[in-house]
């Protein structure tokens, strides 16, 4: 069950983030989104990526009134939940809000490198564009929530004041990837995830190439 600690950017204009109740997502970025999990938890890594079958991404956009549109999906490689000046506050964290899984909880979360946020924060400026949510995998299916595609506990204290979107993709079938959207990560906070063709405005970012 992957969590951040990634801070939003501020609002885009009149209205904030807060707003939003529909969310436009390009099928291609969707399908960015959907190969990069499938990838993940088959146990394909590219260069550069931790070995952990759990995937997390940035996404950024632009807002125009209530409706956010996604404009590009970042999928990010490191995950500093390990590091010794983290991991003893995350496991408290993880200890005390977790629901129990069968991934042991020192294995829980994700924690993003400063590094790739700059990245996002430096691609944003070059294209006009803001980091407005952040995605991650649900690939345990729980007895009480088979499909796990809402927000934990744990979840909503990481996204808390965090002014971001938090988007969960359900992936306990790989066969039928889902993505649903919480604003802080508040089940009762939900957007309308709207699935649109091909958009002008979308980008893709390869990872390969863009470090």
């Not at 992957?2 to 009149?14: I, N, Q």
Request: charged share 25%; aromatic share 6%; proline share 7%.
């Amino acid at each position: 069950m992957p969590t951040t600690e990634v801070r939003a950017t501020p609002a885009l204009g009149r209205e904030t983030l807060a707003d939003v109740r529909e969310i436009t997502l390009p099928r291609p970025l969707f399908a960015g989104i959907a190969g990069h999990v499938v990838r993940k938890l088959t146990g394909h890594y590219i260069e550069g990526e931790v070995s952990e079958r759990k995937a997390f991404g940035l996404l950024l956009g632009r807002q125009a009134g209530t409706t956010l549109h996604v404009a590009a999906v970042l999928p990010l490689l490191a995950n500093m939940r390990r590091d010794p000046d983290i991991a003893d506050d995350m496991d408290e964290l993880v200890d005390q809000y977790a629901i129990p899984s069968e991934t042991p909880n020192d294995q829980r979360g994700w924690i993003a490198h400063p590094r790739e946020l700059m990245d996002a924060e430096d691609f944003c400026d070059e294209h006009g564009l803001a980091v407005v949510g952040n995605y991650h995998t649900h690939r345990v299916p729980w007895p009480q929530d088979p499909r796990r595609d809402t927000c934990t506990r744990l979840d909503r204290l990481l996204a808390e004041e965090s002014g971001q979107w938090v988007f969960i993709v359900s992936a306990t079938d790989l066969h039928r990837i889902t993505v649903r959207a919480f604003y802080e990560g508040q089940n009762d906070r939900e957007a309308d995830v709207r699935l649109l063709p091909a958009a002008p405005h979308a980008i893709s970012i390869d990872r390969k190439s863009h470090r």
